[in-house]
Nanobody, 129 residues
Framework: QVQLVEPGGGLVQPGGSLRLPCAAS????????MGWSRQAPGKERGFVPT????????DYADSVKGRFTISRDNAKNTVYLQMNSLKPEDTAVYYC??????????????????????WGQGTQVTVSS
């Protein structure tokens, strides 16, 4: 069992930056691939970046490539989403999620929400002047 908590979020101006942490409970955090997903009003939820359980391999959606960075600190049971050059279209509820499809893999990550077992409660990010 893993519980995920995302305490960040808030209002930021266009062009600004925000860092979202996601803290995980449990001692098996390093066995999970992790991802950040977002859902804007009237749109489907989709994964933005994902990261392997170990090794730090990452995958980014084209819409955020070069602006967002996902990272993790397995010693602190935390995954981070650094968001730079924010745009109004980045406004959404952001969720972190854990996927144990291939436990402790250096190469596995997924953009498919169905493969993720645990989800955080979500945090609102609003980009507006």
């Amino acid at each position: 069992q893993v519980q995920l908590v995302e305490p960040g979020g808030g209002l930021v101006q266009p062009g600004g930056s925000l860092r979202l942490p996601c803290a995980a409970s449990g001692r098996t955090f390093s066995g999970y691939a992790m991802g950040w997903s977002r859902q804007a009003p009237g749109k489907e939820r989709g994964f933005v970046p994902t990261i392997t359980a170990v090794g730090g391999n990452t995958d980014y959606a084209d819409s955020v490539k070069g602006r967002f960075t996902i990272s993790r600190d397995n010693a602190k049971n935390t995954v981070y989403l650094q968001m730079n050059s924010l745009k109004p279209e980045d406004t959404a509820v952001y969720y972190c999620a854990a996927d144990r499809t291939l436990a402790s893999s250096r190469y596995y990550y997924s953009r498919n929400g169905a493969t993720y077992t645990y989800w955080g409660q979500g945090t609102q990010v609003t980009v507006s002047s």
